[in-house]
């Protein structure tokens, strides 16, 4: 009996690119790139931009650094504070309340809209 050989040797019919283990390579880094984004948007407590509603969010409240974040109608608008403080003449129309949920409640007194 006659040894079998452990390696089957090239006989030309099959194909051997030397790049498909490349191309297998960029499909995983493509599948652990997007994992990543998830993971982010997931942590950053932002998935409400992923959905059809419309979203308010608020950075940094109350520092000179303030950021407020708009989506409506799938269109996502930036609002930044600009470190000063506003001035000028105008009238009361109304009050706002903080209730110990953290929610704030506004008020519009008699004759506003």
């Known amino acids: 009996m006659g040894r079998t ?5 090239f006989d030309g019919d099959e194909d051997c690119d030397p790049l498909s283990g490349l ?3 960029f499909d995983a880094a493509m599948v652990f790139a997007v994992a990543l984004m998830v993971a982010f ?4 407590r ?6 059809s509603q419309d979203v308010t969010y608020v950075k940094n409240a109350g520092k000179p650094d303030m950021e407020i974040i708009v989506k409506k109608d799938n269109r996502i608008s930036r609002f930044k504070s600009e470190k000063t403080t506003g001035s000028g003449k105008g009238e009361r129309v ?6 110990e949920t953290g929610e ?10």
């Open 5 to 9: 050989p452990r390696y089957k040797p």
């Open 23 to 25: 191309i297998n390579l």
């Open 41 to 44: 948007v997931i942590q950053s």
């Open 46 to 51: 932002m998935t409400e931009f992923l959905t």
């Open 94 to 99: 109304g009050i706002a309340y903080r209730l």
């Open 104 to 113: 704030i409640i506004y008020v519009p007194e008699n004759g506003t809209h």
